[in-house]
C-alpha cells in the first residue's frame, strides 16, 4: 500500500542547512507538501511542488524532488532556532477525494 | 488557519462514555477530515468527508463515526471511548487540488 517514510530527529547547528528527507511509494501522487508543526499547534503549510516539477525554491527553503528514486528533501538554509519543530512530509492520492498519507514526522532540533 | 475551530481543545473522559469533537470551518471549503497523531505514526486519516451527508472512511476509522449536516460543521464520533482512542485530533478542510489546512487540534484523554 502507500506508505511515506521520514527520519525521526535531526539536530543541527544554527546557521547551518539542514536537509530532511522523505521517500514515498505512490509514484502517481499530484503533489507532494511540507508540513511544519510546532509544539502545541498544528499543522502549518511550509510549500508543496507539483510532481512535474524537480525544484521549487521559496526564500530560506528549497525542496527537491526525485520523482525516479520516489525520494523527497526540504532544506532550510540558515537554519534558525525558530525553526525547531516537527516536519511532516505527505503526498496527495489520486482519488476524487484529495486524501493525504503522511509521513511519521522528522523532529528538527537546531542548537545554538 | 483558513478559519477552523476545533472545540473542544482538550477533554478527559472515562472509558466508555461517548465523545463528540466538533470541527467548524468558515472557509466554505468542500472536503473535511479528520486525523489522529500518535508518536511514531504522524497522521492517520479516520474519516473525511467529500460534500454535506457524503463521508467515507480513512485508514483508522474503527470506533468512530462522523456526520456533516452542514458545509461549515463536520463531526467526530467516539461511540464508546477506549483508551487506544487517547490522542490528538485534527481536523483539516481542502478544496479539491489545494493545500489541505489544519485546526489547532483537540486533545483527548481517555482514563
Known amino acids: 500500500g502507500e506508505d511515506v517514510e521520514q527520519s525521526l530527529f535531526l539536530s543541527v547547528r544554527e546557521g547551518d542547512s539542514s536537509v530532511i528527507n522523505c521517500t514515498y511509494t505512490d509514484s502517481s501522487s499530484t503533489y507532494l507538501y511540507w508540513y511544519k508543526q510546532e509544539p502545541g499547534a498544528g499543522l502549518q503549510l511550509l510549500t508543496y511542488i507539483f510532481s512535474n516539477m524537480d525544484m521549487k525554491q521559496d526564500q530560506r527553503l528549497t525542496v527537491l524532488l526525485n520523482k525516479k528514486d520516489k525520494h523527497l528533501s526540504l532544506r532550510i538554509a540558515d537554519t534558525q532556532t525558530g525553526d525547531s519543530a516537527i516536519y511532516f512530509c505527505?503526498?496527495?492520492?489520486?482519488?476524487?477525494?484529495?486524501?493525504?498519507?503522511f509521513g511519521t514526522g522528522t523532529r528538527l532540533k537546531v542548537l545554538a | 488557519d483558513a478559519g477552523i475551530t476545533q472545540s473542544p481543545r482538550h477533554k478527559v473522559t472515562e472509558t466508555g462514555t461517548p465523545v463528540t469533537l466538533r470541527c467548524h470551518q468558515t472557509?466554505?471549503?468542500?472536503?473535511m477530515y479528520w486525523y489522529r497523531q500518535d508518536p511514531g505514526h504522524g497522521l492517520r486519516l479516520i474519516h473525511y468527508s467529500y460534500g454535506v451527508k457524503d463521508t467515507d472512511k480513512g485508514e483508522v476509522s474503527d470506533g468512530y463515526s462522523v456526520s456533516r449536516s452542514k458545509t461549515e460543521d463536520f463531526l467526530l464520533t467516539l461511540e464508546s471511548a477506549t483508551s487506544s482512542q487517547t490522542s490528538v485530533y485534527f481536523c483539516?478542510?481542502?478544496?479539491?487540488?489545494?493545500?489541505?489546512?489544519f485546526g489547532d487540534g483537540t486533545r483527548l484523554s481517555i482514563l
Open positions: 483539516a478542510t481542502g478544496q479539491g487540488g489545494e493545500p489541505q489546512h
Open positions: 505527505a503526498e496527495s492520492t489520486t482519488s476524487g477525494t484529495y486524501k493525504y498519507i
Open positions: 472557509e466554505n471549503h468542500r472536503y
